[in-house]
């Protein structure tokens, strides 16, 4: 059983940053692959980025690709995710999942585990 708790979020003017965290415990994360997801208003939930905690091999959405900045901290089992140029649609609530591995990264319903979410507000 692993428990997920995300922080970080909030409102800001497009072009800004913002880092989100995740705090992840209840397990030994070495096995474990580590997704962060958001959902907008009427939209489905969608994959963004996540990372293999084993070794940091990371991947990303398409379209946060350069922008997004994915990492895990091994001292604290926390998993960052930077967030840099700001568009409006980037807007949505920001969840952190995990599942052990391997799995495809970017399928939500291969995840076991999922945090509250975290409101990204991102102002025009």
């Known amino acids: 059983q692993v428990q997920l708790v995300e922080s970080g979020g909030g409102l800001v003017q497009a072009g800004g940053s913002l880092t989100l965290s995740c705090a992840a415990s209840?397990?030994?994360?070495?096995?474990?692959?580590m997704g962060w997801f958001r959902q907008a208003p009427g939209k489905e939930r969608e994959f963004v980025a996540g990372?293999?905690?084993?070794?940091?091999?990371?991947y990303y959405k398409v379209s946060v690709k350069g922008r997004f900045t994915i990492s895990r901290d091994n001292a604290k089992n926390t998993v960052p995710l930077q967030m840099t140029s700001l568009l409006p649609e980037d807007t949505a609530i920001y969840y952190c999942?995990?599942?052990?591995?391997?799995?495809?990264?970017?399928?939500?319903?291969?995840?076991?585990?999922w945090g509250q979410g975290t409101q990204v507000t991102v102002s025009s």
């Open positions: 990372v293999r905690w084993l070794d940091g091999y990371t």
């Open positions: 209840g397990s030994t994360l070495s096995n474990y692959v």
């Open positions: 999942a995990s599942v052990r591995g391997p799995v495809v990264f970017s399928t939500s319903k291969n995840y076991d585990f």
